[in-house]
């Protein structure tokens, strides 16, 4: 079974440039999910989605972050104009959703450094 | 809103040695439970979950937690570490109903030959 397949692995951008980073699921998990992780610390969901529609948002930082979901299946995280304080790791995990699991499946990750 | 400590920042461990990782949890019910291992470069992986029943979990890799519910704790063990264990390792909490995991800050283990 595949795994979680995000890209680019690594980014490196000047700050108030934008970049954007793509993630693929594993095949019919409905739910995704978006996870910052800064040096030291623990993942912070960003955003989750169910299908395409938006289930929890409220720790995106919606003045230069965005993300979509357009056909239920992958996901594209932009973030524009990039500060220094987004430096991170952006971790993307999706799961089955059903009543008995709550497995998060992750992907390896995309390192991005703002300059 | 659910929380998560993890009491010990950096673990050094000698191989074939104990290991015993701290998690505290809040929520307001009986949540459920993570320990997920991340190795360098590499995404996070699940080692074991508690959702009910039985308060001694069994994982992968030869791990095991335990719920404690009077010390809202959910501590992570393995009797003999490998040299391979080394990582950083996470506890996390998830409501009931919504599966949305908030995760501690992380305790990095480092096995020592």
């Known amino acids: 079974e595949a795994g979680v397949a995000q890209s680019p692995r690594y980014k490196i951008i000047e700050k108030r440039q934008s970049v954007a980073f793509w993630c693929n699921p594993i095949?019919?998990?409905?739910?995704l999910y978006w996870y910052q992780q800064i040096l030291g610390q623990g993942p912070k969901l960003l955003i989750q989605?169910?299908?395409?529609?938006?289930?929890?948002d409220s720790q995106l930082p919606k003045d230069r972050f965005s993300a979509e979901r357009l056909k239920g299946v992958d996901s594209t995280l932009k973030i524009q104009p990039a500060k220094l304080e987004d430096s991170a790791v952006y971790l993307c995990?999706?799961?089955?959703?059903?009543?008995?699991?709550?497995?998060?499946?992750f992907g390896e990750g995309s390192r991005l450094t703002v300059l | 809103a659910q929380s998560v400590t993890q009491p010990d920042i950096h673990i050094t461990v000698s191989e074939g040695a104990s290991l015993e990782l701290r998690c505290n949890y809040s929520?307001?019910?009986?949540?459920?439970l993570f320990w997920y291992v991340q190795s360098p470069g590499q995404g996070l992986q699940l080692l074991l979950k508690?959702?009910?029943?039985?308060?001694l979990v069994q994982g992968i890799k030869g791990f095991e937690a335990e719920f404690k519910r009077s010390q809202s704790s959910f501590n992570l063990r393995k009797p003999s570490v490998h040299w391979s264990d080394a990582a950083e390792y996470f506890c996390?909490?998830?409501?009931?109903?919504?599966?949305?995991?908030?995760f501690g800050a992380g305790t990095t283990v480092t096995v020592r030959a």
């Open positions: 929520y307001g019910a009986t949540p459920y």
């Open positions: 508690y959702f009910s029943g039985d308060t």
């Open positions: 996390a909490v998830a409501g009931v109903n919504d599966y949305k995991l908030s």
């Open positions: 995990a999706s799961s089955l959703a059903g009543p008995n699991t709550g497995e998060l499946f």
């Open positions: 095949s019919g998990h409905a739910t």
């Open positions: 989605f169910q299908n395409n529609g938006v289930v929890d």
